[in-house]
Each structure stands twice: as C-alpha cells, then as structure tokens.
C-alpha cells in the first residue's frame, strides 16, 4: 500500500516540517513496498505544487484546490483527506499546530488511533515515541488498516527538495463543512529564521527579569549569530518574550545546530523541547541547574556578563 504525507505550505512554498515528514514516509514505504504521495491541499496553491515535484522520494503529488482551504481551516482540510484515505495504509501529518489540528479529526472519523509524535519506525505497525516529557520512549504497535500518525519533525533529516520529478494528480475538492467560519488572523512578523527550523537558537530564561532587559541581552546575541530567538515557558508567563518564543513540552520541540540557553534552569518541560540539538550551551549561575546535565558547554557566570562579553568576541 502507499502512504500518503499532508503537506504544509504557505500557498507558494512547502514549509520545511514537510520534508522531514517525507523523509519518515520514505523508511515506511520501505515496510509496504508503496509509493510515497504527497498532498496539496489550498487555494490557488499552484506554487506550492510545483514545488512539491522536486522533493525527492514523492512519486505523485495530490493536488485538491477550493476557495474552502485559503485559510486550511481543520474542518475542510479533514474531509478532502478522508476523501482519499481508503487508498493508503499510512497517513502522515508533521507534529505542528497545523497537523496537530487536522490528524486527531481524520483518525476520529476513521475510527482509529492516531499515533502521535513519532520519532522512530521499526516496522510497517510499531513505531517509537517519547513519553513523559522525553524521559521514557514508548514502542507502540496499531493493527488498524490505516494508520494516522505525526511526526516529531526534529527526529528524521529533511528531505532536499531539488531533484524529484514527481507527477501531479488534480483531485476534485470536497465542500467547505459549513459549520465553521474564517473570522480573521493576526499574524507575529517576524524578520528572524523560523523557530522549529533556525541553525541556531538563542533562549533566555525567567532570570532576565524584564522584558526590557530580555531584549537589551539577547537581542544584540542573536543579531550577532543570525539566530532565532526562544523563551522558556516562564519568561513567556512573565511577559518576557511573546507566546510564539516557548521552547518546550508545551510549546515548540527545536533541534538546531547550535542552541544557547541564558538563564534558563532546565526545567524538565523545557529540556524535552531542545535536548535533541547538535551543541547545547547553557550559561546560568547557578552550579546544580538542570540544564548543565544535558550541555556540551556549560558556563558557570552572571548572564548579564557573560552574554555582552560574547557578542563582543564575535
């Protein structure tokens, strides 16, 4: 059987957390000797589509257009899936806000469990996933027909969208479900790379003791690195740094090349969200922080010198 991946995408361009989610499909595949398809679902999203026919490993693109998903509202995203769905054993969402809002909707109308935040495959039905924050994984087997599940984006490489040459199918779009309504967004700007797809990110924690001064230390750092920048969850409860900032359990997983965590303990909630990260390096003064447990560089110092004395090294 073949399996299919949802894709994320902007209307112009697929979103990165898409081809980590191909790259997981590819090593099912591999277990049900299928193919590997790709759905589009938007509006006038023709872009995106043709985007998605480089992405290597994708043998045919889905393409499902409406007026009814200019907003990918979950309701009308869930029906055009379930249109499809009786074609694949696997279903693959990315573990983001977008995929967690859609994935639990088809698995409900499909009458299966949906296995979620997948970081490894063993075979066709059992899959490993973290549990408990990140400190125990959990190996899990479904026996249902069809499997829908999300990936947790940061365990599996990304997929080098360039040389695929896939085909495209035009589906006929399903009706908007009627019973909800795009009143309006506001949308963060944002000139800083992506949170769950920055190189480098750089966190402060609740010990700034200001927003004023979270921008005052951390600021002039990520500049300097080219950086996205992250918050603990208790500088967001503070006020510190916006909502969209929160790295951990609660608020985005992250695994950058380089991640630097100022004044931040390491609260069992924000280590599950930035532990995977190629080189972590955390500065607190504090000697017994949690967080010096998982750096491969810790700096015992006084974060409002330490982080100053960094960016005029660089």
């Known amino acids: 059987m073949n399996v299919l991946v949802i894709a994320e995408h902007d209307h112009h361009a697929i979103k990165p957390a898409t081809l980590n989610c191909v790259m997981a499909a590819a090593q099912i595949s591999m277990f049900t000797d299928g193919q590997v ?28 257009d409406g007026e009814q998903f200019a907003h990918a509202l979950a309701e009308n995203v869930a029906a055009q899936v379930l249109a499809v769905a009786g074609n694949y ?12 809002n859609v994935a639990p909707r088809v698995a409900a109308q499909l009458d ?50 360039s040389s695929g040459s896939a085909t495209v199918e035009v589906i006929s779009a399903v009706p908007a479900h009627g019973k909800t309504t795009f009143i309006g967004s506001e949308i963060a700007k944002n000139d800083r790379p992506e949170l769950t797809a920055a190189k480098v990110v750089v966190s402060g924690g609740r010990a700034l ?14 500049d300097k690195l080219g950086a996205a920048m992250g918050a603990s969850r208790a500088a ?25 965590a100022a004044g931040i303990s390491g609260a069992i909630q924000h280590l599950a969200g930035m532990k995977d990260s190629k080189v972590i390096v955390a500065i607190n003064k504090d000697p017994e922080a949690p967080i010096f447990s998982v750096a491969d560089y810790g700096l015992e110092a006084d974060l409002f010198v330490a982080v100053p004395e960094m960016v005029a090294s660089l």
Not at 136 to 153: E, M
Not at 209 to 218: A, D, I, P, Q, R
């Open 37 to 64: 398809h790709l759905m589009v679902i938007g509006h006038h999203a023709h872009q995106a589509v043709e985007a998605a026919t480089h992405i290597p490993g994708i043998a045919k693109v889905i393409h499902a």
């Open 89 to 100: 054993s696997h279903i693959l969402f990315a573990a983001t806000a977008g995929g967690k």
């Open 112 to 161: 299966v469990a949906q296995i979620s935040d997948i970081t490894r495959i063993d075979s066709i039905d059992t899959f490993e996933r973290p549990i408990y924050a990140g400190n125990a994984l959990a190996c899990v087997q479904s026996l249902d027909a069809i499997k829908v599940i999300t990936v947790r984006t940061t365990a599996f490489d990304a997929a080098r969208a």
């Open 209 to 222: 003791g200001s927003s004023e001064k979270f921008t005052e230390v951390m600021t002039p750092l990520a």
């Open 236 to 260: 967001v409860d503070a006020g510190y740094a916006p909502n969209d900032w929160q790295v951990g359990q609660t608020g985005k997983i992250v695994a950058p090349q380089l991640y630097i």
